[in-house]
């Protein structure tokens, strides 16, 4: 139930904040997972609000190259790909791209995402020229 999840993540979100900093490193997950829910329902603007809230934390706390970091450029570009703007999501896949070939295993499973997902873009934008 999407729901009483958003509502769930909500509700810690706001008794996080009582107790910690607005940038405490814990935030970028619920922030994240919360996009999760948004882009679930089709609530794009509001998926990549959280999706970006998450990212910022985050780009505070770890390494440039930690894997984290490449997921929230990944979940950013799918949010742009369904806006249609494909150059930006094709931007965001390339830097999740760039992050995961450096911090992940070279046959892992999420390098071959990206790639997937940025072959969905190019086959989007082509139907766009099609038309």
Known sequence: DRGRALESYNRAVSLFKQAHDENHPHLA??????????????????????????????????????????????????????????????????????IKLKSLPAQHPNIAMTYKNMGLVHENKDELYRA
């Open 29 to 98: 997950g619920f922030y994240n997972n919360i996009g999760l829910i948004y882009q679930e329902e089709n609530k794009y603007f509001e998926a990549l609000d959280f999706y970006e809230k998450s990212l910022a934390i985050d780009n505070k706390h770890l390494p440039p190259d930690h894997p984290d970091l490449g997921a929230s450029y990944n979940n950013i570009g799918i949010v742009h790909d369904c806006l249609g703007h494909y150059d930006l999501a094709l931007d965001h896949y390339n830097r999740s791209l760039k």
